[in-house]
């Protein structure tokens, strides 16, 4: 009996083992080029740093986005935005050529998520919830929540092979209250990485030292200089975890959870595949540290 146990044993840690050895393939959605960077930056610098596989995708090409130019123009600089950030994060970016305000949950654009997923053969999907402010969030939300299942329908876009395993799909984190709180399953302790987010977020120069802070009255709060700027967006882009983000932390960091001050927490969606706390550490290998 305890020869057999021995074995049992052996086999199980050789399979952990394998599957911490393996890359794991992340892919975020967001609708707009610096959607993804602001969401989950800090988690896939963490992802990129140990060797996994980050991908980047901008359901549309932001050429909405600003007050003194638009169309071809704007796409064309928010595209090379992104790529720049892509290079920062050490992720790979792609930007979708749909219109940016105008995105919608049709049949070709849930096939265009499911086939970008299956390229990327994604342990994990992560995308916003489909309750926003802005349209194309919203829908950005459903899109990815339609293919949640799909991706491993082999007669649905049958020109990818669909995916043997379904992925675990992951909403990340907003302030929106109805019809319901964000509830984080996941939280990432990002503190070591908040400063090279922010200056890979700062790639997106049109946005988050134009547009947005026009959209806001702020425009004549912008600094010139490049220090300057990067302390403007940290200090713009940095909130305080809350209860339950805290709570969170602190079942996977434990005592290490103290004075986290840049989190970034993650929601399961319950149409992909339902991961244990173990597979959760596994997917998420640095909350194993």
């Not at 890979?200 to 004549?220: I, K, R, V």
């Not at 927490?265 to 998420?284: A, V």
Request: hydrophobic fraction near 40%.
């Amino acid at each position: 009996m305890k020869k057999i146990t021995f074995i049992v044993c052996l086999f199980f840690l050789a399979n952990v083992a394998f599957s911490q050895d393996q890359k794991i393939n992340v892919i975020v959605f967001g609708a707009h080029p610096d959607d993804c960077d602001n969401d989950t930056g800090g988690t896939a610098i963490l992802f990129a740093q140990l060797g996994h596989n980050v991908k980047f995708v901008s359901l549309t090409n932001g050429d909405a986005g600003h007050y003194a130019m638009g169309g071809g123009e704007l796409a064309k600089i928010r595209i090379a935005e992104a790529m720049e950030a892509g290079k920062r994060f050490g992720v790979e970016y792609e930007v979708l050529d749909n219109h940016d305000g105008e995105l919608m949950p049709t049949l070709a654009n849930r096939l265009k998520v499911i086939r970008e997923i299956r390229k990327w053969d994604a342990d994990i999907v992560i995308a916003p919830r489909p309750n926003d402010y802005h349209p194309d969030h919203r829908y950005t939300g459903i899109l990815v929540q339609d293919a949640a299942y799909m991706v491993i329908v082999p007669n649905v876009a049958p020109e990818v092979p669909p995916l043997k395993k379904n992925p675990v799909f992951l909403y990340s984190e907003d302030r929106f209250q109805k019809p319901n709180p964000f509830e984080p399953d996941i939280a990432v302790n990002i503190d070591q990485v908040f400063d090279q987010k922010i200056y890979a977020m700062a790639a997106h120069e049109s946005q988050f030292f134009d547009w947005l802070p026009w959209t806001s009255g702020n425009l004549d709060k912008v600094p010139k200089d490049e220090k300057s700027r990067l302390e403007f967006l940290a200090k713009w882009r940095t909130y305080t975890p809350n209860e339950a983000a805290i709570k969170t932390l602190k079942k996977w960091y434990g005592d290490k959870a103290s004075g986290a001050r840049h989190v970034e927490g993650f929601e399961i969606c319950e149409y992909g595949k339902q991961p244990s706390d173990e597979e959760i550490k596994e997917l998420f290998p640095m909350l194993r540290k």
